[in-house]
């Protein structure tokens, strides 16, 4: 999944009609890269559980190196990431790069556990189910 098209999930999933948009002729899947095929992690909606300062808080870790990051509050980021080894990511948040390990992964659950200087932060994510839709936010 390139990120024109996790865009157009994106805005699929806040309701924004697209299909002026989509092609006339299906185009050619993105082939990946024979190790990402079984990675969990790669080209899926993860949305933060618990209690979070932005509600629908979500990743979509990129098979080509890009991480959306979006909630129902805030606008959507573009960020470069990686994957460090089988256990830790990192990537880029306003000029700082952002370290985690991952604590848990599968088809099911992500468990981040984020190093924020000398704190530590746990995220847990599972897959976002479709559809989905952004709460009315008070204004």
Known sequence: MD????????LSVWGVGTAACLPAVAEEPAIADEGDSDNPLLNKVWV??????????????????????????????LSKWQQVSDTAIS??????????????????????????????????????TVPTVCPDMPR
């Not at 618990?50 to 980021?77: H, K, N």
């Not at 984020?114 to 530590?120: A, F, P, R, Y």
């Open 3 to 10: 990120t024109k098209a996790a865009i157009i999930a994106l």
């Open 91 to 128: 990537w880029e948040e306003d000029g700082m790069t952002i370290n985690a390990d991952i604590s848990s992964l599968t088809a099911d659950e992500l468990i981040l556990s984020l190093k924020l200087g000398s704190d530590v932060v746990e995220q847990r994510f599972s897959p976002a």
């Open 48 to 77: 933060q559980q618990g209690e979070s300062p932005s509600p629908g808080t979500m990743q979509i870790f990129l098979a080509d190196g890009t991480l959306v990051s979006d909630s129902c509050w805030e606008t959507y980021r």
